[in-house]
């Protein structure tokens, strides 16, 4: 099993940034996909960014483009999610997950194998 953990959610101002963590324990994220995805009230989960491996091939939604970084630390299992310019539309949980399968830019739910619990982020003034 592989247990997922998110953290870095908050609330900040729209213009503000945030920096999430997914990390691991007990096992190697190296041979996964990464994705983050993302849950606003009363809407379905989108993905949003995908690190497809450790080559640093990425992937962004249109919506998080330029705005959005993903990133692998690969030493500390973990794979963070830099956001800047944020905006009220960019509230909801975050959610990461991990696939074993083959693929990138996949935000099909059933392409990953595990979830975290999510980290709240509320961009607002």
């Known amino acids: 099993q592989l247990q997922l953990v998110e953290s870095g959610g908050g609330l900040v101002e729209p213009g503000g940034s945030l920096r999430l963590s997914c990390a691991t324990s007990?096992?190697?994220?190296?041979?996964?996909?990464v994705g983050w995805f993302r849950q606003a009230p009363g809407k379905a989960r989108e993905g949003v960014s995908s690190?497809?491996?450790?080559?640093?091939?990425?992937n962004y939604k249109d919506s998080v483009k330029g705005r959005f970084t993903i990133s692998r630390d690969v030493a500390k299992n973990t794979v963070f999610l830099q956001m800047n310019s944020l905006k009220p539309e960019d509230t909801g949980i975050y959610y990461c997950?991990?696939?074993?399968?083959?693929?990138?830019?996949?935000?099909?739910?059933?392409?990953?194998?595990?979830w975290g619990r999510g980290t709240q982020v509320t961009v607002s003034s």
């Open positions: 997950a991990a696939s074993a399968g083959v693929g990138c830019g996949v935000y099909i739910k059933s392409f990953y194998d595990y």
């Open positions: 007990g096992r190697s994220l190296d041979i996964y996909a």
């Open positions: 690190s497809c491996n450790t080559a640093g091939d990425t």
